[in-house]
């Protein structure tokens, strides 16, 4: 999982709460990735950032936020609007704006309940 | 609209035999194509990507990926298979344009019985 940490593991709220995902990691990459998995779906990406202090929705942002204050982190905000949150989120990262070389951290696995 | 398709959910292969696991892309222009593969509550782990060159593309762990242009494929492949590379396997593509985002395929879950 190179050097992005991903934390928690597991992830338990009820219903209507906001919950923050943490993403950080230690490889001086430029740009950062949020990607949502569900079973039979791939991955779909969330948010992405290429530099700090700016960031991109992806395919599927809606009920998520997310913030880039400092170039090791990315942490993403499942936000009470989302309307199907339970998934495993995973963040990625990689050198320069080219997208090549993406590297994963080992995921969060978010229940709502 | 750019797609990557994995034409199967589920590939079973005995211990020792050739494993071969389907990835078909759509994109104009010279695709960027990677496998990579995930291991239960896992991330994602880099096998190995496709940008220029030579069509066959050697990675990680003794796997290997051919790309054809006029099949638009890029099939993973492994001579003898192992237990242990039973494991979720994804083909994906960057996108064109400035975002430079990669797209995923559905998925394929790989079986290796002994």
């Known amino acids: 999982d190179g050097g992005i940490t991903q934390s928690p593991k597991y992830l338990f709220r009820k219903e209507g709460q906001n919950v923050t995902l943490s993403c950080e990691q230690n490889l001086n990459h430029d740009a950062m990735y949020w990607y949502r998995q569900d079973p039979g779906q791939g991955l779909r990406l969330i948010y992405y950032?290429?530099?700090?202090?700016?960031?991109q929705k992806g395919d599927i942002a809606e009920g998520y936020s997310v913030s880039r204050e400092k170039k090791e982190s990315f942490p993403l905000t499942v936000t009470s609007a989302q309307k199907n949150p339970t998934a495993f989120y995973l963040c990625?990262?990689?050198?320069?704006?080219?997208?090549?070389?993406?590297?994963f951290g080992p995921g969060t696995r978010l229940t709502v309940t | 609209a750019q797609s990557v398709a994995q034409p199967e959910d589920q590939v079973n292969v005995a211990e020792g035999n050739p494993l071969t696991v389907k990835c078909t892309y759509s994109v104009s222009g010279n695709p960027y194509l990677f496998w990579y593969v995930q291991y239960p509550n896992r991330g994602l782990q880099f096998l190995l990507k496709y940008i220029t060159g030579d069509n066959l593309v050697k990675g990680s762990y003794g796997f290997e990926a051919e790309f054809n242009k006029s099949q638009t494929s890029f099939h993973l492949k492994k001579p003898s298979a192992l237990v242990s590379d039973s494991a979720l396997y994804f083909c994906?593509?960057?996108?064109?344009?400035?975002?430079?985002?990669?797209?995923f395929g559905s998925g394929t879950q790989l079986t290796v019985l002994p």
């Open positions: 990625a990262s990689s050198p320069g704006t080219s997208g090549l070389g993406q590297y």
């Open positions: 950032s290429q530099i700090v202090n700016d960031f």
């Open positions: 994906a593509q960057i996108s064109s344009g400035s975002a430079r985002q990669l797209t």
